[in-house]
């Protein structure tokens, strides 16, 4: 395998041992220290995102992953 070539890799389905719980929160320390943290209720996020590469912005609104990130660097890096 040679560094920064993606061909090596690929996604693998497993199945969870567990439910997710119903309150799930991520939180993360940002490259400039700062820390930030979102939380949702399962319920709060539509099926129809599953496998689309769609994530619901802070406004709960449907966006593309890369639309996310942009906006997570444009305020926070």
Known sequence: ???GDSAGFRSIETPLRKKFP???EVGVRLSNGAPFATSFVQGEVPKELAR???VLDYDRESVS???FVDQIQGEYC
């Open 52 to 54: 689309t590469g769609r």
């Open 1 to 3: 395998m040679i560094l």
């Open 22 to 24: 119903d309150n799930i």
């Open 65 to 67: 992953a890369d639309e």
